[in-house]
């Protein structure tokens, strides 16, 4: 059950994450589209594997300028190039932490308050008749930090559960938790879009064995061509332990998945341009930073 158009105005006490999360049951029709995804994405780790690495990474670095410039625009806010690049934001640590949470908040919102936020917030849109309707609240302002610790203990989990080893629903439901708890006055989608990067590249390293920082595929492009599905299917989740959500969660889980299967459609379309990607990135001119930043990239191995 969901709420009605999406609206749903109560506001919720602190639960325990874990309980919330051990609620979910993945539906069948979910893991069997987990499983086409599983297969195409080794198919695009093969095909990328055929590549000379150093290309391949100029390639990612390429690939998250596109992906910051459209998790930005989802919210219609921009970031250049330049600042994506020079920034050194996936290279400290994939782990996660208060700190990690506030310092990646930073990077995706320069302009807002460090520290999680004091006061109350909301998800609304305002009508023609000036009043406002109410998708859902963010978490209380004294709630947010317990909130959070449950969220780094969520995302530090490595319990065999198909919700822990599965990297595709790892981050989906990363992502989804983070949004819902909503830690801060703004920029809490961007952060959430980043956090899923890096849960869905640190899935991915302990699968294959690699040493990824930066994700091998980003979503953002396809999240901004369906912005309408991708709010309805966040709206419609109820986030407390009084609701049964699940056909809701599922029905996340598989909209991100479709969202999976079209980046890898369009990135495979594009891997045989990837020389001459490559060669294009090579002529952009750097910075000390930059160049630092290049180089602790190219250490990165794509293995299969």
């Known amino acids: 059950m969901s709420p009605v158009n999406g609206m749903n105005p109560n506001k919720f006490d602190y639960f325990p994450l874990e309980e919330y999360v051990n609620k979910i049951k993945v539906e069948d029709y979910v893991f069997e589209h987990m499983e086409d995804t599983n297969r195409e994405f080794d198919n695009y780790l093969k095909e990328l594997s055929k590549y000379d690495n150093y290309a391949v990474i100029y390639y990612f670095i390429d690939s998250l300028s596109k992906e910051m410039k459209a998790s930005q625009a989802i919210e219609h806010h921009y970031k250049t190039t330049q600042d994506i ?77 198909v919700l822990n080893t599965n990297p595709f629903l790892k981050s989906a439901l990363a992502h989804l938790l983070f949004v819902r708890i909503h830690p801060f006055s703004d920029g809490n989608g961007r952060t959430a879009r980043l956090i899923h990067n890096i849960s869905f590249t640190e899935s991915i ?47 996340w889980f598989d909209f991100m998945l479709n969202m999976v299967d ?27 930073d930059d160049k630092e930043f290049i180089e602790k990239a190219s250490k990165m191995k794509i293995k299969v």
């Open 205 to 251: 390293n302990k699968i294959y064995g690699m040493n990824l920082k930066i994700c091998p595929l980003n979503l953002s492009q396809n999240i901004l061509l369906n912005q309408p599905t991708y709010a309805k299917r966040i709206n419609d989740i109820y986030f407390d332990l009084d609701h049964n959500s699940n056909e809701e969660i599922n029905k």
């Open 85 to 161: 690049i020079s920034k050194n934001v996936f290279f400290n640590t994939l782990q996660m932490s208060h700190t990690q949470i506030k310092r990646l908040h930073k990077f995706a919102y320069p302009d807002g308050d460090y520290e999680y936020r004091s006061g109350e917030v909301r998800v609304s849109k305002m009508l023609p008749s000036g009043n406002e309707e109410i998708y859902w609240w963010g978490a209380k302002s004294h709630d947010v930090k317990p909130f959070v610790d449950d969220f780094i203990k969520f995302y530090k989990n490595s319990s065999l559960s």
């Open 262 to 288: 079209d980046q890898l459609y369009f990135s495979m379309n594009r891997i045989p341009n990837l020389e001459k990607s490559f060669n294009n990135i090579a002529k952009m001119k750097y910075t000390d």
